[in-house]
Each structure stands twice: as structure tokens, then as C-alpha cells.
């Protein structure tokens, strides 16, 4: 069946510009996880959805940052005003139940900010 | 905070041989551990868990064995394949969290 689902899978932006970066978790999967994955390092916690309700939000770095899944399927994480320092693959994980068990990840998004 | 660390970052192996690769974690906390593969460009792959009420766990060519003691975790593939070579990851949870905390990845390389 089809697997997490990311979008788009490369994103080049300018410093300052916004960007969006897109999630489609496996059908029916109720939690929904972003990370963060700097090069050469193990995947960083940003934010956990349970359905529309975002549970956790404590990884995001700033306000810059900003994640919403309004109808409990697809997420979104918008990041405003980039700096260099947001460069990293933007990992999303969906799981079917309401713990963090068995995650199951996408192929990741990778954000360079020039 | 939580810390997740790796013995080695790097690992080369000859086809066919066993393959140990190791994890400390800190949190005595700790609950809930997964090994995930992660190929280049693609997201991390699920291997195998176990939960902290466990002590060895075996899957399909891989065991994951748990020292609550010392707090630390290792993975073993057995008959190392090509296909085998990648980043593997430990991640830990404690048994209220909603994260994983992820250990920095251990290479390793198959060398035919």
C-alpha cells in the first residue's frame, strides 16, 4: 500500500522567503510527526499530531516555525523568514495508533536555504 | 535532557559476516526502543523493537538485545549483505512520551 508521502522532496529558497513543505501520511493513521534531520545526525523532534490537534509542539526551534493538519490527514510545516541555519531534511512520520510506536517515515524533504 | 549516543559512526563489514552495532542511551526512563535503517535519500526504515520489559528480541536475520543496567542497546545482523549498508539509527521513549529521541547513526558499509 502506499507509504508517508512528501512533498515537494527538494526545496531550494532564498534566505527570508517562506516555504511549506507538504505530508501525506498513510491513510488512517491518527498521529502525525515532524522531524528534523541536519546532515550526519540522527532525526530531531519537532511537533506530534493526534488527529487535528496538535499534542506537542515543544521541538519547534522558533516561531518561524508553524505546523497544522486542519482535517486530521495532511500537515503542513511552513517555515517563515528562512535563515541558513533552517538547511536540513524536514522528515514526517505517521503512526495508527495514538502512541508513538511503529513509525512509519516518509522520504523526507530537503530544505537548502541559500 | 535526553541523550542517545552511538559507540562508533562508522562500520565496515565483509559480506557474510555478523554485524554489532551498539547504543547507549541516559534516560533510565526509557521504555520503548526502535533500530531504524536509513538508505541515502530516503526516509528511516523500521527494523526491529523491544520494550524495556525485554531483554532480547530477535527478527529476521536481526536481534536486538537490552542491558536495562547499563543502559544499552545493541543490533546484530547476521549474514551482513550488501543491501545491509546504510545508517542505522537507535531511538529510545520513555513510557509517557509522544517522541522518539534518536542517536546521532552509526555507518555501515558491506564490503563484497
Known amino acids: 500500500g502506499a507509504g508517508v508521502s512528501q512533498s515537494p522532496r527538494y526545496k531550494v529558497a532564498k534566505r527570508g522567503q517562506d516555504v511549506a513543505l507538504r505530508c501525506d501520511p498513510i491513510s488512517g493513521h491518527v498521529s502525525l510527526f515532524w522531524y528534523q534531520q541536519a546532515l550526519g545526525q540522527g532525526p530531531e523532534f519537532l511537533t506530534y499530531f493526534q488527529n487535528e490537534a496538535q499534542l506537542d509542539k515543544s521541538g519547534l526551534p522558533s516561531d518561524r516555525f508553524f505546523a497544522e493538519r486542519p482535517e486530521g490527514s495532511v500537515s503542513t510545516l511552513k517555515i517563515q523568514r528562512t535563515q541558513q541555519e533552517d538547511s536540513a531534511v524536514y522528515l514526517c512520520a505517521s503512526s495508527l495508533g495514538l502512541a508513538v510506536y511503529e513509525q512509519y517515515f516518509g522520504p523526507g524533504t530537503r530544505l537548502t536555504v541559500t | 535532557g535526553e541523550s542517545v549516543g552511538l559507540h562508533l559512526p562508522t562500520l565496515s563489514v565483509q559480506e557474510g559476516d555478523n554485524s554489532i552495532i551498539n547504543c547507549a542511551y541516559s534516560?533510565?526512563?526509557?521504555?520503548?526502543f526502535i533500530w531504524y535503517k536509513q538508505e541515502s535519500g530516503k526516509g528511516p526504515q523500521f527494523i526491529i523493537d523491544?520494550?524495556?520489559?525485554?531483554d532480547k528480541r530477535q527478527g529476521q536475520r536481526v536481534t536486538v538485545l537490552l542491558n536495562k543496567t547499563v543502559k544499552h542497546l545493541s543490533l546484530q545482523i547476521a549474514a551482513t549483505q550488501p543491501g545491509d549498508s546504510a545508517v542505522y539509527f537507535c531511538?529510545?521513549?520513555?513510557?509517557?512520551?509522544?517522541?522518539?529521541?534518536f542517536g546521532t547513526g552509526t555507518s555501515l558499509t558491506v564490503i563484497p
Open positions: 534516560n533510565s526512563a526509557s521504555d520503548y
Open positions: 531511538a529510545e521513549t520513555p513510557d509517557t512520551g509522544n517522541q522518539f529521541y
Open positions: 523491544i520494550r524495556s520489559n525485554m
